[in-house]
């Protein structure tokens, strides 16, 4: 399986904000999530880290 969960990185700690995360996809100053099951989510964020290995993505205001 490829879905990673999703952090907002606010004041030093992590958020979850989304898990099973298959699509993280730019649309203007927004990210767009998208589940596994289809569920979406919409943030106005950047992504700040991806770590692959560990299915964790780490964004921030």
Do not use: F, N
Not at 22 to 29: A, H, I, L, M, Y
Request: one cysteine or more; charged letters at 35%.
């Amino acid at each position: 399986m490829c879905q990673s969960t999703v952090y907002l990185v606010k004041d030093g700690r992590e958020e979850m904000v989304m898990e099973d995360v298959s699509v993280v996809k730019p649309q203007g100053d927004e990210l767009l999530l998208v589940g596994m099951l289809g569920e979406t989510k919409q943030l106005k964020a950047k992504i700040k880290e991806l770590q692959l290995m560990d299915h964790r993505i780490l964004l921030e205001e």
